[in-house]
């Protein structure tokens, strides 16, 4: 499972600056006024030693008796309930607060290790600054500044050294294939176990028309068609401002933590509700995620024909970035559509762990420069050289080149599509990653002089390299006049 980090304090200290910054997202809202995150917000966090989850807080004040205040302390809570490390931000700015006093009697009768993060503290004297916030009682304080981005990954990495990332080794079965992981996620109520009993057979889990009657994330073996999967059955995601009750505090971070844990995600919604913002949220985690997916559009045969066109049309519109995944309309309580379902999470699956070889690879990164070269950055154009496979699951593709910094994000798209479309990779996204390569002059670049531009350097030391030529030819004729 990935580890939890969640970030706690006072309203208005930059602890959604510092989300935005850990999940390379702007899915926070930021904004120089107090109170302006009011739910827990969940990310993946990128560019630490592994990956890990990151959950945002409102501004948490522990002693407030009513209103929207005590229902912001109430998100906070539970979400200190459900985290592995505790990143507590307080304003370097403004120095300690009695708040900030009450906030830490309450983050030290928690079970989990509490890091103190004095935030904003750019351009200032980082030791003056977190001395006074050493009476918290949490251990040394860490200067840090989320918007600019001093000492994060120093504090990241020191929440995550206690966690080894674990590569587990898959499950196979007597003919030695890997058994797939399938999760089936969505909100609740959209009849995630209704479908689970379906492609069971059996009332294996508890199928209730009750928002929230799966509680906690339930593996169970399956086999289909001689071939066996372990599905995932996880807990409905609500939106978060209603995950309240104690007993479902647990729902969102365990049903992220299967997406993480799974190969391929059926993402179930609920045709007679339509595509709702919820929805398309999960659908982007299971991106951000790179995992497998296959979409199933439940109860459909409750529709009528203008209702399935409206459906389809708002598909298109709030799922286009899903464009790679295959769309099935079925019906889980009459078991209409199943058989194409489970074949696409086959394909999926298949697609997910492809092996792509390197000539391959870099024939068709060759026919796609030849199609459209990447635009100039900077007055310099991003030369592609080769591509190699990188990672599965999902299928990792690694150029090398120069300049490859200067790839723009719509170039990158246009690849990644061209690697699908061209080895049929449906179900799965795929990643395109860049390495840079060697540069030649990399050592002559060492030994420029202070204020020294590089053509200017390459100059003098051709020059250099001239004048030692010809001092030679000097030294021979020399010699050779000295035999004679």
């Known amino acids: 499972m990935l580890p939890t980090v969640v970030l706690v304090g006072r309203p208005n200290v930059g602890k959604s600056t510092l989300f935005n910054r850990l999940t390379k997202s702007r899915d926070a809202l930021v904004a120089d006024l107090p109170g302006l995150t009011r739910d827990r917000h969940y990310g993946r966090g ?3 030693s592994q990956p890990y989850l990151v959950v945002d807080t409102g501004g948490f004040e522990p002693n407030t008796d009513s209103g929207i205040l005590k229902a912001m302390a109430v998100q906070t809570l539970l979400a200190i309930d459900e985290a592995d490390v505790i990143i507590f931000l307080v304003d370097g700015r403004q120095g300690a607060t009695p708040q900030d006093m009450e906030i830490a009697n309450r983050l030290r009768r928690s079970k989990c290790p509490v890091l103190l993060a004095v935030n904003k503290t750019e351009g200032m004297n980082k030791a003056v600054v977190s001395a006074e916030f050493h009476e918290l009682g949490l251990g040394d304080p860490l200067s840090i500044s989320s918007a600019h981005g001093e000492g994060v990954k120093d504090i990241i990495d020191l929440a995550l050294e206690s966690f080894h990332e674990v590569e587990e080794e898959p499950e196979l079965d007597q003919r030695g294939e890997r058994i797939p992981k399938v999760a089936i996620v969505g909100r609740p109520n959209v009849g995630k176990s209704t479908l689970v009993n379906a492609l069971l057979g059996e009332e294996r889990v508890i199928a209730f028309d009750e928002p929230g009657t799966t509680r906690d994330s339930i593996s169970i073996d399956l086999e289909k068609n001689g071939k066996h999967y372990t599905l995932i059955d996880t807990a409905g995601v609500r939106k978060r401002g ?21 190969n391929v995600v059926i993402l179930v919604v609920d045709a007679q509700e339509g595509i709702t913002e919820q929805d398309a949220h999960v659908a982007a985690y299971i991106l951000d995620a790179g995992r497998a997916l ?19 049309r708002e598909i298109d519109r709030k799922l286009m970035f899903l464009d790679f995944a295959e769309f099935h309309y079925i019906s889980a309580l009459r078991k209409k559509g199943l058989p194409e379902l489970f074949k696409s999470v086959d394909i999926a699956f298949k697609a997910a762990f492809a092996k792509l070889s390197t000539p391959q690879l870099t024939r068709v990164l060759i026919d796609a420069l030849q199609q459209h070269q990447p635009p100039i950055s900077k007055g310099i154009r991003p030369k592609l050289r080769y591509a190699h496979q990188g990672g599965s699951n999902p299928p990792i593709v690694v150029i090398h080149g120069n300049h490859v910094d200067g790839v723009k994000d719509a170039y990158t798209r246009f690849l990644e599509k061209t690697f699908r479309r061209t080895f049929q990779l449906s179900g799965t996204p795929l990643r395109v990653q860049y390495k840079q390569g060697a540069n030649p002059f990399a050592e002559d670049e060492d030994k420029r002089k202070p204020g020294e531009g590089i053509v200017s350097m390459r100059r003098r030391k051709t020059a250099h390299r001239a004048e030692l030529k010809a001092k030679k030819v000097v030294e021979d004729k020399d010699r050779g006049a000295k035999r004679k």
Do not use: C, H, M, P
Not at 242 to 262: D, P, Y
Not at 294 to 312: F, M, P, Q, Y
């Open 294 to 312: 296959v979409v199933a559009i439940n109860k459909w045969d409750g529709l009528k024909e203008e209702e399935r066109d409206w459906i389809k």
């Open 46 to 48: 990128i560019g630490a």
């Open 242 to 262: 209603r995950v309240l009750e104690a007993i479902e505090k647990f729902s969102v971070i365990k049903t992220i933590q299967s997406i993480e844990e799974a």
